[in-house]
């Protein structure tokens, strides 16, 4: 039998049933007949057989964090107008920074930010992005749930 700091794996006939572990002891509250019965039994069997239980580590807090969804944030980006004015200054002055951005973030999940942020920036300045500009790009990330590296390097 099983337990970490907080719960008891309680083995029973066909069953594994998870008890809270209070002051080292199973608290057996909550459970109602005829569960509870088998419960104690169970426990009381594990007792007298002079098994010792195994401790285990906590479980570890798990997050959904919903996937990021890139595609979205490109829709989004692609659609907004300002941006669009920002990317066409930039083309029309430095057409090979402009061109470079869809290359370097394709890159971004593969080989790290170094080359987006470059790109990034450049156009920025380029383009003449303001700060306003870069923190609604940024939201874009954020609700897309994008790396917050990827989102730093939005609004930096």
């Known amino acids: 039998m099983k337990r970490n700091s907080t719960i008891l794996f309680l083995e029973s006939p066909n069953t594994t049933t ?10 057996f509250t909550g459970f109602t ?4 019965s088998v419960l104690q039994k169970a426990w009381q069997d594990f007792l007298d057989s ?8 906590d479980l570890e807090p798990t997050t959904d964090t919903p996937p990021a969804n890139w595609d979205n944030f490109n829709l989004q980006m692609m659609t907004n107008s300002r941006f669009n004015q920002v990317y066409n200054q930039c083309l029309s002055v430095a057409p090979i920074v402009a061109n470079a951005l869809p290359t370097a973030l394709d890159q971004v999940t593969t ?3 170094s080359l987006f942020t470059i790109i990034w920036n450049q156009l920025c300045v380029i383009g003449g992005a303001t700060a306003e500009d870069k923190q609604l790009w940024g939201g874009y990330a954020e609700a897309n749930n994008l790396p917050q590296e990827f989102i730093a390097i939005l609004v930096q």
Do not use: F
């Open 18 to 27: 998870p008890v809270a572990w209070v002051n080292n002891q199973p608290d």
């Open 33 to 36: 007949e005829p569960t509870l």
């Open 50 to 57: 002079g098994e010792e239980l195994e401790i285990i580590p």
């Open 111 to 113: 080989k790290g930010y």
